[in-house]
């Protein structure tokens, strides 16, 4: 072990910034991180243990008990759900002959379910040891079956097995036009810094990740602060559940969302990039890599970039998943090698990111969007789209429609349009933007995808009338509650207590005072949370409540109060030490 | 630079670098709070002193004062929801004041007697915590731990120490110790440590101290959590 973790931390310069990078590499090597490797870690980098068992336990994919040699974690996406994931997840328990939540007693396989892996065009989905496989059904899992018994090293599986597809179904502006290699790069250092500024700022561009800051003026925010480091951070951990679309960027327009972080280094004056990938997606990383190397030959990345006196490179590193990471400070932490906590703000980061330094963090989608405007000009972008929301939008369509995939459409199109196109038939609803967006019914399918009326930062799921509305609702507030970091008490302990209270009614045990108080704990969580994901948490509950108080209502009992536990059920272990199993041992719950 | 705020209608002054809870402590104006300590780097995680900055929910501890902000300190819906937010923090863990040794000098129990919390309103979460006794002089008891990293702090910023972390994520959160094996007899902790005497609970004990004075006479017994706060935070949790 010893030597291993020597090799390993001099591969990584002995930083601990790259803590994650390190914990990650002792996961894949020795099934999870032993003690007695956080020993050796923590002398080394000169770091308390306790910041490394921090970390370790942050992180979903890192584990401090050994996992099984292959390690399986399916997606547990509503979209993985609808497509038959629950009885193919008891399949594979049953195939593999492992318990769902265990590691089977040899040590070979685990089972675990994890949240939406961002293959929802292609669900059920499944990562084995962190790399993903899209479109399960039984012959795979038969097929896996057979692969594990042999212990057939996961290079030598069927690259079939691992066969990811694009699934572009509609591109518009961006995704029909595409750029030579360092053509922004050229067209920004042709220009008066300021002069780009002004024709980004012109374009009206707004960061893609769904929160919609003006691109130009957070880079020139950034450019203006005196400092002796500037950085750039691309947030590719796209974690909403039923987003998918920087994965497609990520895999076949690469080199054009590095160019925009170029461009935009080169006007802010940073000299190093990250690449916060996001750890579902592993399988681009190799990829990605080689893209970075080619533009490195290519003299688009490193010293002197195309003569221009101009330095600047990128790193990818790889989280560990964890949803709130894809909100920019927590990102930054993790990008330090620490739990992705949200920092408190001010200051933000384009005044004080990574390491204390002014980062810019934008999303794929806008890096990619930036280097074309740069190229092209603001008249180009602009003329698509809306007065607040000028251009176009990349969407990741999923759910209840014959062709998901990625779609790009001017801001301002009608929901009713894209469900046209992706063959949506007997629509219930839209969840727009995800979990953390806003479900629409089919009453509302005349809104328009805009910042002005359905922001979005690409989660397009579609459901027809078969589907349950709690069930859904049910699905996403488990996912907020099982992703919230924990810090602040409204979060950590509301969306706990969210999940409960949703819980409760939806198995039948909720009456009308149980609905008042899920809605006052909704407006407590949404109003107290630290950071966007708690602030957004209980989006799922408010918008169907508001939409379909009736389906709320038939589901409660017709009492005035219905305790949360079953007050019988709780003397079982009483009854049973005691010996005794008459009446009298037995209370009855509520006189109904 | 320094200039004035407004919190519930007086005007208040402030310089430069300081948060509404700084400038509210100096002009004697009490905003609950657990998770914060004066002289200690604002956290912002128990939420107990969110207040309306211009319409805006804020902490107070981490939001920098400004010309002219305008600040709801109490208002019906803010008592209420920090009444709430407390609740929330007695059903994550396993608080039982009356039997609890810290009763009467714990800040959870006295912002609770300050916002008139009559129950816990919730569901109790029953988590399953482990009691770390093993240090001569101090325990841990991580069923009355409410997170609010003050002992973390306390020990890497006052002690050099670094004794504690709090690891897991969302409601498993923890309190971890730094010793290869984990518990609080192997760290390099003290009973003189600031960070054994902070604990704004029960959470983290000294040994052979308890019922040295009776419940009754007790710091939040005799004084609200308000008073003690603004006369210093000096005489918080006397053990």
Known sequence: ?592 | MSGTINIDGKTVPYRDGQTIMDAAIAAGIYIPHLCHKPGFTPHGSCKLCTVKVNGRNCSACTFPAADGQVVINTSDELLQDRRRITQMLFVEGNHFCPSCEKSGNCQLQGVAYHLNMLDNHFPHFYADRRVDASHPDIMIDHNRCIFCNLCVRASREKDRKNVFDIAGRGINKRLIVNSVSGTLKDSAISVDDCAAHICPTGAILIKRSAYRLPIGQRTYDQRQISDVALSGEVEHGQD
């Open chain 1, 1 to 592: 072990m010893r030597t291993f973790l020597q090799a390993l931390l001099t591969k990584t310069q002995f930083q601990p910034v790259r803590l994650l990078t390190i914990l990650r590499a002792v996961q894949a090597e020795f099934r999870h991180i032993p003690s007695s490797a956080v020993d050796i870690l923590a002398e080394a980098l000169q770091i308390s243990r306790t910041q490394i068992l921090a970390v370790a336990e942050f992180y979903s994919f890192l584990h401090l008990t050994p996992q099984g040699r292959y390690a399986v974690l399916f997606s547990d996406s509503i979209t993985d759900r609808m497509l038959d994931q629950q009885n193919l997840l008891h399949y594979a328990a049953k195939r593999w002959n492992v318990a769902i939540g265990e590691v089977r007693a040899d040590g070979m396989v685990s089972l675990h379910t994890t949240s939406c892996t961002g293959l929802c065009d292609q669900g059920p989905a499944a990562l084995i040891n962190g790399i993903a496989i899209a479109n399960l059904n039984r012959p795979k899992i038969d097929l896996i079956a057979e692969l594990i018994e042999r212990q057939a090293p996961l290079a030598q599986w069927p690259a079939s097995l691992f066969a990811v597809n694009d699934n572009l179904y509609k591109a518009g502006l961006l995704l029909k036009s595409s750029l030579d290699s360092g053509a922004a790069i050229r067209a920004a250092c042709a220009h008066d810094r300021a002069e780009v500024f002004s024709e980004l700022e012109r374009s009206g561009l707004r960061g893609r990740g769904g929160a919609g800051f003006k691109t130009a003026l957070k880079w020139r925010y950034c450019a203006e602060e005196v400092s002796d480091r500037h950085y750039v951070v691309c947030n590719a951990d796209e974690g909403e559940p039923g987003t998918f679309k920087d994965r497609v960027l990520l895999n076949s327009f690469a080199d054009q969302v590095f160019e925009g972080m170029t461009v935009c280094a080169f006007l802010i004056g940073a000299r190093q990039g990250f690449l916060y990938l996001r750890a579902e997606y592993e399988f681009l990383h190799s990829k990605l890599e080689a893209v970075l190397e080619r533009r490195r030959q290519a003299g688009l990345l490193g010293n002197n970039i195309l003569n221009k006196a101009f330095d600047f490179d990128i790193e990818i590193r790889l989280g560990a998943g964890a949803y709130i990471c894809g909100e920019e400070s927590a990102l930054i932490e993790s990008l330090e090698g620490k739990p992705g906590i949200p920092r408190n703000r001010p200051p933000y980061p384009v005044s004080s990111g990574y390491l204390q330094k002014p980062t810019v963090v934008n999303n794929v989608e806008t890096f990619l969007a930036a280097a074309q405007i740069v190229v092209r000009g603001a008249d180009w972008f602009n003329v698509q789209g809306t007065e607040k929301s000028p251009g176009s939008k990349i969407l990741s369509v999923s759910g209840d429609c014959l062709r998901p995939g990625i779609y790009e459409y001017p801001f301002g199109t009608p929901v009713r349009q894209i469900l046209n196109d992706c063959g949506a038939r007997d629509v219930l609803g839209v969840q727009v933007g995800g979990p953390s967006g806003t479900f629409i019914s089919n009453r509302e399918l005349g809104r328009c995808l805009a910042f002005e009326d359905l922001p979005t930062g690409g989660s397009f799921i579609v459901f027809d009338n078969s589907r349950n509305i709690l069930q859904i609702t049910q699905n996403f507030i488990h996912f907020f509650a099982h992703e919230s970091c924990g810090f602040c008490t409204p979060c950590r302990v509301g969306t706990s207590l969210l999940k409960q209270q949703l819980d409760k009614i939806v198995e039948g045990h909720g009456s009308a005072g149980d609905v008042a108080e899920l809605e006052s704990l909704c407006r407590l969580v949404k109003q107290y949370s630290h950071c966007g994901l708690g602030q957004t948490a209980a989006n799922p509950i408010l918008s169907t409540l508001q939409r379909y108080p009736d389906v709320y209502q038939a589901q409660l009992k017709r009492i005035s109060y219905e305790p949360g536990f079953d007050l019988d059920g709780a003397l079982a272990v009483a009854r049973r030490m005691a010996n005794r199993d008459d009446a009298a041992a037995h209370l009855s719950q509520v006189e109904e």
